[in-house]
């Protein structure tokens, strides 16, 4: 089984709306690479953030939902049996407490104050989205 990885929900959320861009790569790649791992409040937050009327200007609500579906279904749910206080910012923890329990490798997040400052976090590698397209080989 390939390594699992945790993508922080602002990436998900910037390649639904924009699929030609570099977070939609990186889900590509990630996608072909590594066991994409989420977590039931991961899920919950990309499925209430995508549902925000912020984002009708890109793409109807039901494009958005049926995007975010594909998303769940090409990945794999895990129990999180952690819980982590170590972030600066309370709602991130959820991708430590993902991480730890999928044991995985690495974090691709666009939160650079909040996550990727912290890299790495008991051996986990919590990089940006440009970083892990540019060097995907420093990361399998």
Do not use: W
Not at 82 to 87: K, P
Not at 90 to 95: H, R, S, V
Request: include cysteine.
């Amino acid at each position: 089984m390939p390594k699992s990885i945790v993508l922080d929900s602002n990436l998900i959320v910037s390649a639904i709306l924009n699929p030609e861009g570099v977070c939609a790569s990186a889900i590509d790649l990630a996608d072909s690479n590594f066991d994409i791992v989420r977590s039931k409040d991961t899920t919950n937050e990309l499925v209430d953030v995508m549902r925000r009327d912020k984002f009708d200007r890109f793409a109807t609500v039901e494009d958005r939902v049926f995007r975010v579906q594909t998303y769940i279904e090409a990945t794999r749910l895990v129990a999180v049996n952690v819980q982590v206080t170590d972030c600066s910012d309370p709602k991130d923890n959820k991708f430590l407490e993902l991480a730890i329990a999928a044991k995985a490798t690495v974090i691709v997040s666009g939160d650079k104050k909040h996550l990727v400052s912290m890299s790495p976090y008991k051996d986990i590698a919590i990089i940006r989205v440009r970083d892990f397209v540019d060097n995907l080989s420093d990361y399998l």
